[in-house]
């Protein structure tokens, strides 16, 4: 939904701005995969990437549970959709007209899956190999 800056009068799609930083979460999940794939072979590896595994997944989840919807250009939380009547109000006092289009940022994806969904379903497949293994 294209949505209108009551700050700073951009129009466009708002950003959603987590919780979390993607360098943490990306060195936990490179952490995790590592200890997965090392605790696929040496058994003694199975609690450390098991606990990792999980800390990075209470990471993820925890960040993604507390988001916010903010202005791509200012970072403010003041968007307001185009359709709405302050909307109208605001683009008529200012001039403003809303693009016919506005292009949608897109993930690197491979057969339309995202790297980091990829990644992240073999560390828990090796996470959960290893579990197996060790307690059967």
């Not at 970072?75 to 709405?84: A, D």
Request: net charge negative; glycine share 6%.
């Amino acid at each position: 939904m294209i949505k209108l800056c009551t700050q700073c009068l951009y129009i466009g799609h708002e950003e959603s701005s987590i919780y979390r930083d993607s360098t943490t979460d990306s060195v936990l999940w490179g952490t995790a995969f590592f200890f997965s794939v090392a605790g696929a072979f040496e058994t003694f590896l199975w609690f450390p990437a098991t606990i990792i595994f999980f800390v990075a997944l209470l990471y993820s989840i925890g960040g993604y549970t507390f988001k916010a919807c903010v202005c791509s250009k200012c970072h403010s939380g003041s968007m307001i959709p185009v359709q709405s009547d302050k909307a109208q109000q605001i683009m008529n006092e200012h001039g403003l007209i809303p693009p016919d289009y506005i292009t949608v940022k897109n993930e690197q994806t491979i057969l339309g899956i995202a790297l980091r969904t990829i990644f992240i379903v073999l560390t828990l497949i090796l996470v959960l190999y290893m579990l197996f293994d060790h307690f059967s």
